[in-house]
């Protein structure tokens, strides 16, 4: 099937979307035997991974040690296959939303997150190509959720889905649409490029874990529930059941993003860290107080010595202290 797709759109941009789990490792090893097997020479193949800032430490460091080392074996095979690394602008990004501007961290009623950091940086560099020309390959499976299997069921072909996006629609290609989780692993470990891709890593980080948070809202986005990889700092889910399974499992780097993932839930929901209305002035809780927002800040700080690692960059810092500025007078005008 995908051997036939890459024929029938030969001069076609190939896209192909990658997040590091498993659903998307298993498309793009069934791309690259296909491509292999038709000797068709595709102008232009680029592989995304959108990179939110705040994906799980874990799978972010194999998800990136994995696109540097593909980039050497795509270059030894002389498969022109480019890689390009998303990201949110800055304004949208988690804790300059958080930090910055006092937005409460996302709940199932208020997921603000999906959107903003994994799905529009993908869109708009999708929006950017000419759709006629452009194909996506997608991990996408049928069977992941009710809302996405009524809508795969309406359409003629599975494997071939129509988006819309910027200049118009463009064809989304699903490798894997039919295939189990059992199936999905078969392709992981049957299949041998890219070699860079490490079977064993990720079959060991996905114990914990069931599935990943979309990044192109197609053709109807599942909620991420417990048990999916995305970003460490998600208060969606009510535990983080990935982060805790790979603690257990020895990754004991993780504990401290954990503690300050179960602390912000928390202390999300105490009204003393809020203001009173709304930013329109509208009933019900507000954004975080600028005293709270000083405390987050605070935190991520400890969690940065801590780890080692850099969690918000100098020019988000940048950003957040005049955002504060801003609120700070928009506060003044207010009490006036
Ligand atoms: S993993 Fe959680 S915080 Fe991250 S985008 Fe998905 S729902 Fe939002």
Redesign the pocket.
């Known amino acids: 099937m995908t051997a036939e797709a890459i024929r029938a759109r030969s001069t076609a941009h190939w896209i192909i979307a990658f997040s590091g789990g498993k659903d998307s490792s298993a498309a793009l090893k069934i791309f690259l035997a296909a491509y292999r097997r038709t000797k068709v020479r595709l102008s232009r193949i680029t592989l995304i991974y959108c990179d ?1 800032g705040v994906e799980n430490p874990v799978l972010d460091v194999y998800a990136k040690a994995f696109l540097q080392q593909a980039e050497q074996e795509f270059a030894q095979l002389e498969l022109s296959i480019k890689i390009e690394l998303l990201k949110a602008p800055i304004p949208d990004r988690f804790f300059v939303r958080i930090i910055g501007r006092g937005y409460p961290p ?1 709940t199932n009623s208020f ?1 603000w ?2 959107t903003g ?2 799905i529009k940086p993908v869109s708009e560099f999708i929006a950017k190509q000419n759709p006629d020309d452009t194909v996506v390959v997608l991990g996408l499976r049928q069977s992941e959720s009710r809302q996405r299997d009524r809508a795969l069921a309406l359409s003629a072909n599975l494997y071939w889905q129509k988006q819309r996006e910027g200049k118009g629609d463009y064809d989304l290609f699903l490798p894997i649409v039919e295939m189990s989780v059992p199936e999905v692993w078969d392709a992981i470990f049957g299949l041998s490029l890219p070699t860079a891709l490490d079977r064993s890593a990720l079959e060991a980080l996905y114990r914990g874990a069931s599935g990943e ?1 979309p990044v192109i809202k197609a053709p109807t986005a599942p909620p ?1 529930a417990s048990g999916r990889f ?2 460490w ?2 208060t ?1 889910v009510r535990k983080d059941k990935s982060a805790s399974e790979l603690i257990k499992s020895g990754h004991s780097q993780l504990k401290p993003f954990l503690a300050f993932r179960d602390w912000l839930a928390e202390f999300r929901n105490d009204p003393a860290n809020r203001w009173k209305t709304r930013r329109n002035g509208s009933a019900g809780l507000g954004p975080f107080t600028i005293d709270a927002r000083k405390e987050i800040l605070k935190r991520v700080d400890s969690l940065e010595d801590l780890s080692g690692t850099t969690i918000i960059d100098t020019e988000e810092r940048g950003v957040i202290a005049s955002l504060w500025t801003m609120d700070h007078f928009a506060r003044l005008a207010f009490r006036r």
């Open positions: 939110t996302p997921r997150c999906t950091l994994r948070c991420c995305g970003c700092t998600c969606v």
